[in-house]
């Protein structure tokens, strides 16, 4: 609890300047010498010597300051010393090495503590600053120590503005996706001269503010406008925005950089303009081949499909370990040739191969393979890894030989039948 016990206003300067004549316990001042000895000080309550707060009337530092918010600085000076300071002594106020102001104080008895409370310090630019507080700044009064009449505090001031810059939302593999098909957000390590290129992209405001108008965003390829986003609406801080499958026509073989820029005409004054961009390279071949990947088909979410029932495109979520697990699954040629090689499709069933189907020449580019209730199980109880891969052993050459696979995990519930017996279905 704060003594508010005064005996008035001392001195000319503003800021709420009072005596305080709570007593400080257990003061161990030296009797050996009969002199005075001002310190800054920590009352009991505050949370510094000097305290900077976004508000008035309170002994707390404030987490948060901003170059738009007014700032108010507490400070409390000690006698504590073993004899009354009989003498005026002034008490100066610094802000980053100038001095702001000063104030007068007529005498201070030991023992009792004289503080200011509630003193504007206006606005400050953001960044940091260094407060220091001298007392006896005229060295009018002959103390029992004169080192420690300084306190030092030091604190960041953040910009309030928006922020906007390239933003990778959590499912997406880069800010700026570039694919060669629509409906993904995953990243093509390849292009081909035959496809349209599809560009998705995401912007956030990282700063304190929303923007006051809406801002461009564009996709330059090799230097080169390609694409242009016109977003009409302000973009609140904390928040992004997505643009997805927006098409480009196909590009020649070669190599290209695409540069994502953010506020590309500088509309938005923002606390940061250095983070507005993000690039990515990728190659476009010309040569024709297959691309085998697995796909979602016929109203399918994904591309594997568990279900307790045979003839169902439904996902089942509440399987148990006494049921027959049917599964279906697709595999698609999204390359530009047919393939050319029998290649398998493989199941694995945490880890374990369980299935393999094998499909003959050709698949057309954009046909795909199909399997229809496949029995899997009874499986145990518990969490399952069902991984399908096209073309596991890598007897097709395809443009692209990373994409095979597609993996999913699925609960069982606990059932009485005994676990089933691999072997038995291989």
């Known amino acids: ?19 305080f004549l709570g007593t ?29 707060s976004t508000v008035t009337d309170t002994d707390q530092d404030s987490s948060s300051l901003s170059d738009t918010q007014t700032l108010y600085l507490d400070w409390a000076v000690l006698n504590d010393g073993t004899t009354t300071a009989t003498e005026q002594f002034q008490v ?14 007529s005498s201070l008895t030991n023992g009792f503590f004289v503080a200011v409370r509630d003193y504007s310090l206006g606005t400050l630019a953001a960044g940091p600053h260094t407060l220091r507080l001298v007392v006896d700044a005229q060295e009018s009064i002959g103390e029992d120590d004169e080192t420690n009449n300084e306190f030092t ?22 800010p700026l996706v570039i ?29 304190t503010t929303p923007t006051l108008t809406g801002f461009d965003v564009v996709v330059n390829v090799n230097g080169s406008e390609a694409l242009r986003h016109e977003r009409s609406e302000p973009l609140t801080d904390g928040f992004f925005f997505r643009s997805e499958d927006n098409a480009l026509s196909p590009l020649a073989a070669g190599e290209y950089t695409f540069e994502l820029v953010v506020d590309a005409d500088g509309e938005i004054s ?8 993000f690039s990515r390279t990728i190659t476009v071949y010309e040569l024709p081949g297959s691309d085998l990947v697995p796909y979602g088909h016929a109203g399918r979410v994904t591309p594997m499909t568990v ?76 969490s399952h890894e069902l991984t399908l891969t096209a073309d596991s052993p890598g007897e097709e050459t395809e443009l692209e030989e990373d994409n095979n696979s597609y993996t999913k995990t699925i609960q069982i519930k606990s059932g009485t039948t005994a676990a089933r017996d691999w072997e038995h279905y291989r």
């Open 92 to 105: 100066d106020l610094y802000v980053d090495a100038t001095r702001r102001t000063g104030w007068n104080v």
């Open 179 to 207: 694919s060669g098909r629509p409906g993904g957000n995953t990243q093509a390590n390849v292009l081909l001269t035959s496809e349209t290129v599809h560009l998705d992209f995401a912007v956030v405001n990282l700063g």
């Open 270 to 277: 923002e606390s940061n303009e250095d983070d507005n961009t």
């Open 1 to 19: 609890m704060r003594d508010d016990t005064h005996t008035g206003t001392l001195g000319s300067k503003s800021g709420n300047f009072l005596l």
């Open 24 to 52: 400080i316990l257990s003061l161990c001042a030296s009797q050996a010498h009969a002199l005075p000895d001002l310190i800054p000080y920590q009352p009991v309550g505050w949370s510094a010597a000097i305290v900077v």
């Open 307 to 382: 279900s307790r029932t045979a003839g169902t495109n439904q996902e089942d979520t509440d399987l148990t370990a006494v049921e027959t697990i049917y599964l279906d699954w697709a595999v698609i040629n999204r390359g530009n040739a047919d393939t050319q090689a029998s290649f398998r499709t493989t199941l694995f069933v945490d880890g374990e191969q369980v299935k393999q189907w094998v499909t003959i020449p050709p698949v057309q580019p954009s046909f795909f393979v199909k399997i229809e209730d496949a029995q899997i199980g009874p499986l145990a109880a518990g």
């Open 153 to 174: 505090k030091n604190i960041a001031v953040i910009e309030t503005a928006p922020n906007l810059l390239p933003h990778k939302p959590t499912d997406w593999s880069n």
